[in-house]
């Protein structure tokens, strides 16, 4: 059923010449899907261009579900899109819904023709890295450092998802600023944006404040959906938040994505640093590899003096970095120190990560310095089966 043209997508002008139907669609192809991030013409989205003699143009777009919370911005957008062509005088933009086939043919063509569900960053060919943040003991602010590296790489032009998978401690959604829902299509969800980042969270299925009361197989099942039924795309990098300890989670993450690696968050606290370190250690038996340790809550500025006060001590980090390199028997480094600094907490409150809204301040550049080490691992075809096959032929 066809909704009414919102206000504002229809605009008068003048010229002399008729456009034509050819450039009416190749402006509609520059049109992304904000959700999908695809051209709206590759998805089967324009249902018809109309064009009357006096270059008036009436285009006909459809939306994958009858409440798309996007409807606005692709009628904004493509309303701009076609009033840049020569010769349009007044564009009309008109809202219909796809069917039940055509949301089928679009998920089946999302999936690259497969009908099963996959996590795509388990299979061979695929070139995301995938990061498990991950600490010993809740409150050492895992999460902050998650939403700032991922709005650190976002801005750098990577692309990037994060899927909040402390499920019963999820807080991504408000770090990162969104109270947007995913959109469904068929039996694949589209993750909402913030910042540049895609995000998936438990915390969206929910509502209001409600606790998520589950045992292990059910959190083995939202993650599975997270990371087969999530539309992420091609993504350069994906982090995923992990709740504190050795549990399930951190178990079926290792079990669904097996070439993930791992991301290390202490405070300088020797009891904080000892627990770490025992989190860590869960490599060796998921056989994953352990980027590197991440220590927060460094250190203080004084309000007085250009000193640092170690509020919680010195050198977890360090401790945590030479207790893995001996268990794992691979070099752990230590990629950051991030001070305590009163913006990052207030970034996290209101969903404006420090490295976006102060990235010199003293939280915001040792952040984007971590950053930049995880962007340097640049993705590549290092180590992967070409699927060739050796030929006896000279």
Request: aromatic fraction near 2%.
């Amino acid at each position: 059923m066809a909704t009414d043209t919102p206000p504002g997508s229809v605009r008068e002008g003048s010229s002399t010449s008729s456009p034509t139907e050819d450039a009416v669609r190749a402006a509609l192809a520059t049109v992304n899907d904000p959700e999908i991030h695809r051209p709206i013409t590759d998805l089967g989205m324009v249902k018809s261009v109309d064009i009357a003699s006096d270059g008036a143009v009436d285009v006909v777009i459809y939306l994958t579900v009858s409440g798309c919370p996007m409807r606005e911005t692709i009628t904004t957008n493509v309303t701009e899109a076609v009033q840049g062509v020569e010769g349009v005088t007044r564009v009309g933009v008109e809202l219909d819904v796809m069917s039940d086939e055509q949301r089928r043919e679009l998920a089946s063509s999302l999936r690259g023709g497969k009908a099963e569900r996959e996590v795509p960053f388990a299979q061979p060919g695929s070139l995301t890295r995938v990061y498990c943040v991950a600490s010993g003991k809740g409150g050492v602010g895992k999460s902050s450092v998650t939403v700032n590296l991922a709005a650190a790489l976002a801005a750098e032009g990577q692309k990037v998802g994060v899927v909040d998978a402390d499920i019963y401690g999820h807080s991504v959604p408000r770090m990162l600023g969104t109270d947007s829902r995913p959109t469904q299509v068929e039996d694949m969800i589209m993750p909402p944006s913030a910042h540049g980042v895609k995000v998936i969270s438990i915390g969206m299925f929910t509502p209001g404040n409600a606790p998520v009361v589950w045992r292990g197989p059910m959190l083995h099942r939202a993650l599975q959906q997270f990371l087969a039924d999530v539309f992420w795309g091609d993504l350069d990098v994906l982090l995923l938040d992990l709740p504190p300890g050795t549990g399930d989670i951190a178990i079926s993450v290792a079990q669904l994505v097996p070439n993930a690696e791992i991301l290390v968050v202490t405070t300088p606290q020797q009891a904080a640093a000892e627990v770490a370190e025992r989190a860590g250690s869960i490599a060796v038996q998921t056989h994953q590899k352990i980027v590197g340790v991440i220590e927060n809550m460094s250190g203080m500025p004084c309000p007085h003096c250009d000193e640092m006060v170690d509020v919680f001590g010195t050198g977890g980090g360090q401790r945590v970095a030479e207790g893995l390199t001996k268990t794992t028997g691979a070099e752990v480094p230590v990629l950051g120190a991030i001070p305590i600094d009163l913006r990052l907490r207030e970034g996290g409150d209101e969903g404006k990560p420090v490295v976006l809204t102060d990235p010199d301040s003293p939280a915001g550049a040792a952040l984007r310095s971590v950053a930049d080490k995880l962007s340097a691992r640049q993705r590549g075809l290092s180590g992967m089966s070409l699927g060739l096959t050796p030929s006896n032929k000279f």
